[in-house]
């Protein structure tokens, strides 16, 4: 069972930036960020993977590259039985025909059935734990957060569930779009980046590529146990072009071979 849990959603309205958290638990870190400077949206996560039941961890990429449809993936990612394959869900989106809302609106559909079972599974057979992901982060339970253009502007779609105390499982969506108020979305370990952008409320005109390796970088050097090097970063513009700044231990597919950056 591989966990990633806990979100920070950005916006940003006149002078005001509201930020929702919820409590640290099990963390990985996935940043995502809309740069209007350059029109195009940032993805960027670190690469540890904790093993709860096991208590060992591994390292994988966290980030998913597809036409048209990049992914991000956060909360529990896989299990063995109940059958539970977060990317795999994912990726069934991933394939259908539409733009990108369309497909993370499906995400919804096509996870809500296995989410639901593994949820009543986990408060039947495993309450500890069941209790743990209800009471500790909120209840959110499986988030995936698409990123790319949308009608040509840049856009964040996070969806996924939440649990709640009866076994049962509420959807969670949220659009991040660089015409509407918004600024990101940040999964998983996330207390010192929030402190930073606390104290630092220029941070916005960082470089945005910058500012989210910088921002993992952090978690990592405050969280080593649940998050780990290295950190793979992607951006995708307005062309709808993806282009990895830094791979990490993301495959790269041989028509991005010659749109690597590195930093």
């Known amino acids: 069972m591989i966990l990633r849990r806990r979100c920070i959603v950005i916006y940003a309205q006149c002078d005001f930036l509201v930020l929702a958290f919820s409590p640290p638990a099990l963390p990985t870190t996935v940043v995502a960020l809309i740069d209007k400077d350059h029109h195009r949206v940032v993805l ?22 597809k036409p048209g449809c990049t992914f991000g993936l ?18 069934q989106a991933c394939s259908l025909s539409g733009d990108l809302r369309y497909r993370a609106d499906r995400f919804l559909e ?13 408060r039947v057979n495993e309450r500890q734990f069941y209790g743990e992901l209800t009471n500790s982060n909120g209840g959110e339970f499986v988030i995936v957060v698409f990123v790319g253009m949308e009608a040509n502007v840049p ?30 979305f940040f999964g998983g370990a996330s207390d010192q980046i929030a402190s930073y952008i606390k104290v630092h409320p220029n941070w916005q005109k960082m470089d945005k590529v910058v500012a989210a390796g910088k921002f993992v970088q952090m978690e990592i050097a405050a969280h080593p146990k649940w998050v780990g090097p290295p950190v793979s970063v992607v951006t995708i513009n307005r062309l709808d072009q993806q282009e990895w700044n830094n791979p990490g231990l993301c495959v790269v597919q041989p028509d991005q071979q010659g749109k690597q950056k590195k930093h």
């Open 44 to 65: 960027a996560a670190d690469s540890l993977l904790v093993h709860q039941i096991a208590g060992t961890s591994t390292q994988s990429c966290k980030i998913v590259v």
């Open 110 to 122: 096509i996870a809500k059935d296995p989410a639901l079972t593994v949820a009543q599974y986990l």
């Open 155 to 184: 856009s964040i779609f996070a969806r996924g569930y939440k649990l709640d105390s009866n076994g049962g499982i509420n959807p969670v969506s949220l659009d991040i779009t660089e015409d509407k108020a918004g600024v990101g």
């Open 74 to 91: 956060a909360g529990l990612l896989h299990k063995e039985y109940p059958l539970f394959d977060l990317q795999e869900l994912a990726d």
